[in-house]
């Protein structure tokens, strides 16, 4: 039998980026002298923002690493050439994440983590930059370049477009809850991936800098399926998620 669905949790708060933010988008042409690499904007605006998909995916690897694997379904955790087995313990990566779609016989394993676009506090932004000399409108430019190792000459240079340290992105994730008695462990494998995730990057260029983050007023709050036939508001359950404000009092 199919666990029930009960409610909702929500995790809320603020991404901030530590370093210069970089996200791959898309450029339709090539100009001489313009950006090589840009970050990835919304269709309308041109604002920057961190699509759900890579956070979410971000979070996942960082658990998969505790446990030395990068399986995603049953028939990798059974072997497959090349893929680490999960320990039975880690199960809760895709009990938590889901399953690919085209994953046979795993349609009863729920997915129960839901992650949203961040989208960029526009405003705030345009407080904290009101007076920098910014490439774009939200973002900034910065030239890279590869070391000959053997020479110690720079070569190959790009332009690269991130967005500057100090923006701000409002994020959303959601967790479907069940019946199964798994939500408070799986809350709390979040709660972990997030913490670990501040010292470690999101996007790309990790490796030179690029992508350091820390989590801002991060709250967590449900709604439950009698809220919903009420039509009640979320209510808060946990004020300080990460439990910061303890820390630094």
Known sequence: MAPK??????????????????????KAALDIGGIDLNVIKTA????????????KG????????????????????KGAPGIHDMSPEAIYI?????????????????TRLLVRDAFLDTYGFEKTFSEADLTDEYTEEKWEN??????????????????????D?????????YDDGKKDAHIKHIRRAM??????????????????????DVELSERTVEDYEANNSR????????????KTS
């Open 5 to 26: 669905f009960t409610g909702k949790l929500f995790i809320t708060g603020k991404i901030r980026a530590v370093t210069g933010l970089h996200i791959g988008g898309s």
């Open 44 to 55: 309308i605006g041109k604002v920057p923002f961190i699509p759900g998909s890579s956070l």
């Open 58 to 77: 971000k979070l996942r690897t960082l658990l998969a690493r505790e446990v030395g694997s990068i399986a995603v379904s049953a028939k990798q955790l």
């Open 94 to 110: 895709s009990e938590i994440f889901g399953f690919p779609g085209d994953a046979e016989n795993e349609t009863e394993v729920p």
């Open 146 to 167: 590869t070391i000959n190792r053997r020479t110690g000459t720079a070569e190959h240079p790009r332009q690269l477009e991130r967005v500057p340290a100090g923006a």
């Open 169 to 177: 992105f409002d994020f959303v994730m959601i967790y479907n809850v």
């Open 195 to 216: 913490r670990i995730l501040e010292e470690d990057y999101l996007g790309g260029q990790g490796s030179r800098g690029y992508g350091a983050i820390e989590f801002v």
């Open 235 to 246: 209510k808060v359950v946990e004020a300080d998620f990460l439990g910061k404000k303890a």
